[in-house]
C-alpha cells in the first residue's frame, strides 16, 4: 500500500476478530513510531504494549473511576464504559507515554508524541490492521501510569489494535478550501 492509500483508507476501528496480532507486526507498529520525527529529537515517546490481563487492568481502572461518579457525571462519561469496552475487545492495548519535560518543551513534545501515534496508526492500516486512537483514559492517565510503574511520566493516549471486525465509512471531513488560511495581504 503506498501512503497516499494508507492515509485515505486509514479508519478508526472500534470492532476486532478475537485473532492474536503477530510480535512481527506489533514491532512494526513501535518501529514506525521510533522512527517519527520530533522536536529538536527529543523523542519523548514511550510505549507499552499489553495483551491479556494486564489490558483488563487498565480497562478495570477506567471502569473503576466510572463507578465512583454520581450518575450526572456518568451521563457525561458514557463513552468511557463503550471505550472500555473496545480495548477489552481488541487483542492489542499499546499505552502511549510521554517523558518528562521543561515546560518549555511540552507543546513540542506533546505534538511529537501525536506524530508518533499517527504513524503507528498509518502503518497499522498499511499492515491489515484497524488501531483506535483512544483519549478517553484522560480521566484516569495517573492511576494507570503509577499502576503500571510509571507515575513519573504522562499517560497521553492509548490505542486499541488488531484485526479490524468492521469497515466503517469515510467520516466527512472539511473540504481543502475550508482548512487554508489566506495569508494576509502586504
Known amino acids: 500500500m503506498q501512503l497516499r492509500e494508507a492515509i485515505a483508507a486509514r ?3 472500534r470492532k476486532y476478530f478475537p485473532q492474536p496480532v503477530e510480535p512481527e507486526k506489533i514491532e512494526a507498529l513501535i518501529e514506525s513510531a521510533r522512527l517519527c520525527q520530533s522536536g529538536h529529537n527529543r523523542q519523548p515517546w514511550r510505549f507499552m504494549v499489553l495483551t491479556g490481563e494486564q489490558k483488563a487492568e487498565v480497562t478495570a481502572i477506567m471502569r473503576s473511576y466510572y463507578d465512583l461518579l454520581n450518575s450526572q457525571q456518568q451521563a457525561g462519561m458514557s463513552s468511557n464504559v463503550s471505550t472500555a469496552r473496545v480495548m477489552d475487545e481488541a487483542p492489542v492495548l499499546i499505552l502511549v507515554f510521554r517523558i518528562p519535560c ?12 501525536g506524530a508518533a501515534i499517527e504513524h503507528i ?18 480521566f484516569t492517565e495517573k492511576f494507570i501510569a503509577a499502576s503500571f510503574g510509571y507515575p513519573d511520566m504522562q499517560m497521553i493516549s492509548a490505542l486499541a489494535v488488531g484485526y479490524p471486525a468492521e469497515a466503517p465509512a469515510a467520516r466527512p471531513r472539511l473540504g481543502v478550501q475550508e482548512i487554508v488560511l489566506p495569508a494576509p495581504e502586504k
Do not use: F, H, M, P
Not at 102 to 113: A, F
Not at 121 to 138: E, F, K, V
Open 102 to 113: 521543561s515546560e518549555d518543551d511540552i507543546v513540542s513534545d506533546t505534538v511529537s508524541v
Open 121 to 138: 496508526c498509518l502503518t497499522a492500516t498499511d499492515l491489515g490492521l484497524g488501531a483506535l486512537w483512544i483519549r478517553q483514559t484522560r
Open 11 to 13: 479508519r478508526s476501528i
